[in-house]
Every structure is written in structure tokens, then in C-alpha cells.
């Protein structure tokens, strides 16, 4: 069976960079592949010094943070699957160079991340708080923590009766301003006609406008059409 | 009589005066439909009448003009008093319709007021020209069965009189809390068609009278050129901006004449400008109000025979029944057109100026 450069080289990621006896195939294709074969050589110095790392304990809040993050419904674990199922890319070239050129013991975390994970381990009630508390159902408070509220808090809050009763004044004052305004509208459609218009009682049709003379002419069977307005 | 032809010539021009009758006789779309759902007319009906039971051919009037195939010759005769002045017009029309929205009225002889030959035909040309309005608005007609039930009351006085060979029920229709006006209306129980209707005023005095002299009800068409609705009017929401429509936003009146609803809001355009023209009802008689704005610059003339008389200056006609207030607020012409009385029709106008 032969390999393809993708397929050695995540059997190389697997292997860390450095193939085992029995990956006949992979041995093969590294021995005719130059690519891969430097691909092999930068994974196994990578893998080399990373490992060359010193080990740090893993904080015992750990265990509880995990424990919380389980039962908020695995979604770690689902991430963690989806991420699996996801296909392997080769890392570029040039990122592996640049990785070998870094001082490995240089590498740290910026120091703002180190003082979140500080607050978090210290107070983790807090953190935990912060991350669940504004997902969980808001509930109405029980009627009984209410009443102690209204008996032993400060009279503004406990006056609802003042307060219902200032509610409805207002509600009056509204209706009664709102009836003013809609009696002056109807004020000023009933006035009379004197108040707001000039009023002209004619005594011919010559001023009628040709639409209103059209209208009614059709109204009135045509009489307006027959010079009825000589007569006057 | 020359001057019946003379005055026409002198108002308008042929052409323009048929262009703006057409225009009125263009339809008011929604009419006989009230403007809010109710219940079914006839569980109603029983309302309406004083005392006795309602006839039962009460919810066919408002369709049958539309919905019966019919012909005939019919006779109009209208005693008007224009401003102080008597006036008579009676004349004869041919109808017809094919029970199917088409219809067609085509004049027939002027008996009065007598005019020459080129009058008449002048005359004829009018009225063929808004025959579509006559068809609608003119006579008598329940247009909204449940607006009626409430504003007005029906009396069956039990009498069967034959018009055109038709027997029709005579019924009495009075608007409820009085008005100028009240109608006798001689139904065809068979077919809700009105074949006689007279208008009467308080003192009993005849105001008008439509009835058929010839009727049927398998009417030949050959050779007659039915129409149904020959101008589209723009329909308009007047609640909402109608600046794109008709360039202006229409001023919609919120008081009413008592028991009235609106029917429509349309555009039209009278080949000066766009107008607004919304028709309320309230079951058999209409109020128009009508708005047009004017472009900046126009208007203001103050001349004794200008139409417009300048800002907020009404003019109040008075031609029969009907009560005409014309009036220019701003660049806003306004007209409100109708058989009420003149305060209810200020204060629609002030409502809207308003």
C-alpha cells in the first residue's frame, strides 16, 4: 500500500515525527518523498523540545472546574469531538521553521491571562457565578419575601396603596387633558361659520365649480345642465 | 331657450364638460358595500320597518339593478328649486341591462323645458355621457342594506299599483330623525327592481319622480352597446399617504353627517389636475366630499365670478334637495356635495380643514 504525503504525514504527527519499524509504507514513502522526509525531521525536533519542557502540576481547582463545565451539558466534550472529527491540515512550512526558531522556554502566557486564572482559582464561587448565574430562569420572588420587604423597608417602598392612588390621579389627569383637547377639535368643527370661514349664500350657479357642477349634474338628472340658473 | 345652449358654451367647452361628466359618471367602486362587515342583512330587516314585518324582497333591492336582465323606456320629471327659483326637467330614457353588470341609458325626448333641436342634441350628449352616474347615484336605490336598517324606516302600505305592466308593492321610506326628503318606491317583489320611485319633501309636494312607461324582462339587445364601468376611477386608501397617487395627501373629514359611513375613496383626474373624491352613504342617500390641490403659485383669485374666492371663504349652493359647499383653504379646493343639512356639511368641512 502506498501512502500519500498527506496520509504519512499525520501517521507523523501520530509518531512524532520519528517512524515506527513496522510503518513499512511509511518508511517507504519518506524514502522517496524529500518533503516529507523534512516534514518528519521538523515534527521530531518540535516534539523533541517540547518535550524537553519542564512538567507543572495541573491546579487541583481543576478537577472542580471540569466537573462544572461537565455538567453544563458536556459541551467541552462535544467541542472537543467536533474538533476531532475535523480533518488534519499539515502545518505550513514556514510555521514550523518559525517554531523551531523560538526559544521554547521563552514562551509564556501574557501576563492579563495569568491574573484572570489567578482571580478565577481564588474566588471560584465568584467566577462560576459570573459564567452560570445569567443563564439560569429568573423566578418571581416568593410572596412571603415580599411582604417581609414591605414591612421592614423605608415607606416610599412599602406604600402601595399611596402609590395606586397616585397612579390613578394620574390616570384621571390624563383622561381629563385628553378630553379637553378632543372637546376643543370638536369645538372648532362645530363653531360657527362665522369663526372660522367667510360664508357666501350664492344666488347662481356661474360661480360652481365645473367639477361640482359636473357632480351635480349627474345627481340631479341633468337639471343644472338646462339653464336653470337664467331664471333667477 | 337659446340661452341653454349659449350658457353651456359659455361655462365650458364641449369636450371638457363630457370629459368631466364622464367623470362623474365614472363609479364610485364599493358602492353598496359598507365599509365594515355586519351581519347578514336580512336577520336585520325586521328593524327597519315601522310595525309591521319587512317584505321579504327587501334584500334583493340593492343588487337587482345589476343582477336582473331588464329593458324598458323610463320617465323623469325633477321639480327643483335652484336658489329661490323653481325649475323643471322631464324628459324619457331608454335602459337596459344584462343582469350581468352591463348596462346602457340612452336619452330620449326632452319634454321639459322645451329647446330647439341643437339643444337637445347638445342635451343628449351630456346625459349619455354620464349615464354610468345616473345608472348608480341618481335614483332611488337601497346601496347598503345594513347602513339602511339603521337610518331609515320602511312602511309597507300594503297597496299592489301595476306600473309598466308590472305589479309593485308600495312602500314608504323615511330617514329616521326626519329629513328634507322622503321616498315612495313601487318594488317589483319578484325581482327587487324599483320601477316607480317618487321624492317627496315634508309638506308632500313632489321633488322627483323616475318610473317606468315600458318594461321587460327579456329585453332584445340588438343594436344596444352595453357598458359596465366605462372610466376606472383610482382606488385610494385614504388613511394612508396618498401623495403618490393623486400628488397630495387627501384631508379626510372625521365628523359626518349622522348615520353616514364612507363607500369609497377614489382619484380622478378632470384633465386640470387630480382630485380625491370619497363617497359616504348612509344606505340610500350619498355624501361627496372632493379635494384637489393646487400647484403653487395658482389661486387666490377674488373676482365676484371666479370660482375660487380665495382662502377660507366657503360658497353655499343650494340646487333642490342638495346643499353644495365650495371652498379653498390654502392651495387645498374642496367641495362637499349632499341632501343634508348645510351646518352637518360645514362642520364635515371644518373636520377636515382642521
Known sequence: MTLSCLESRERLLDRRGVARPEDLDLLAHLDVCGECAGFARRTAAVSESLSGLPRRPAPQELDGLVVAALQAGHRQDRAVGGLRGLSRLPVPAELAGRALDVQPRDARAPAVLDRLVDEDLRDQTAAMARRFAGRLERRPAPRVLRDRLEHFAPAPLRSTRIRRILLAAAGVTLLLAAGGVWLLVRGAGQGGPDRDFEVRYESSLDALDPMARSLLAGLSGGLVDTGAKRRL | ?354
Request: hydrophobic fraction near 35%; proline fraction near 7%; include cysteine.
Open chain 2, 1 to 354: 331657450m337659446k340661452d341653454l345652449l349659449d350658457t353651456a358654451l359659455d361655462r365650458c367647452r364641449i369636450a371638457r364638460c363630457i370629459g368631466l361628466l364622464a367623470l362623474c359618471a365614472a363609479p364610485l367602486g364599493g358602492c353598496g358595500s359598507s365599509v365594515d362587515a355586519g351581519p347578514s342583512p336580512g336577520s336585520n330587516a325586521q328593524n327597519a320597518t315601522a310595525g309591521s314585518p319587512p317584505p321579504p324582497f327587501l334584500d334583493n333591492i340593492p343588487d337587482a339593478p345589476t343582477r336582473v336582465a331588464y329593458g324598458g323606456q323610463r320617465h323623469v320629471l325633477v321639480h327643483y328649486t335652484v336658489a329661490g327659483a323653481p325649475s323643471t326637467l322631464e324628459y324619457d330614457e331608454n335602459v337596459w341591462s344584462d343582469g350581468h353588470g352591463n348596462f346602457t341609458i340612452v336619452p330620449g325626448q326632452v319634454t321639459s323645458p322645451p329647446m330647439t333641436t341643437e339643444q337637445a342634441q347638445f342635451f343628449a350628449i351630456l346625459q349619455e355621457s354620464r349615464d354610468g352616474f345616473f345608472y348608480r347615484h341618481r335614483d332611488f336605490r337601497i346601496r347598503d342594506l345594513r347602513l339602511f336598517l339603521q337610518n331609515w324606516s320602511v312602511s309597507d302600505t300594503g297597496q299592489q299599483e301595476t306600473v309598466a305592466g308590472r305589479v309593485g308593492s308600495v312602500l314608504e321610506f323615511r330617514r329616521i330623525g326626519g329629513a328634507a326628503t322622503w321616498y315612495r318606491a313601487w318594488i317589483d317583489p319578484q325581482t327587487g327592481l324599483v320601477l316607480r320611485a317618487e321624492e317627496r319633501d315634508a309638506g308632500g309636494q313632489l321633488v322627483s319622480r323616475v318610473e317606468f312607461s315600458t318594461f321587460t324582462l327579456t329585453p332584445d339587445f340588438t343594436g344596444v352597446a352595453l357598458h359596465g364601468d366605462r372610466f376606472a376611477p383610482t382606488p385610494l386608501d385614504s388613511l394612508t399617504d396618498t401623495t403618490a397617487k393623486i400628488g397630495f395627501q387627501v384631508r379626510v373629514p372625521s365628523i359626518l353627517p349622522k348615520g353616514y359611513r364612507l363607500e369609497s375613496a377614489e382619484g380622478l383626474n378632470d384633465g386640470t389636475g387630480n382630485w380625491a373624491r370619497l363617497a359616504y352613504g348612509d344606505g340610500v342617500e350619498q355624501v361627496f366630499f372632493l379635494e384637489t390641490h393646487l400647484p403653487p403659485g395658482q389661486g387666490g383669485g377674488t373676482t365676484p365670478t371666479d370660482v375660487d374666492i380665495g382662502p377660507k371663504s366657503v360658497r353655499i349652493f343650494r340646487v333642490g334637495p342638495w346643499t353644495v359647499l365650495q371652498g379653498r383653504f390654502n392651495q387645498d379646493r374642496v367641495i362637499v356635495l349632499g341632501k343634508v343639512d348645510e351646518t352637518s356639511l360645514l362642520r364635515m368641512l371644518k373636520s377636515a380643514i382642521h
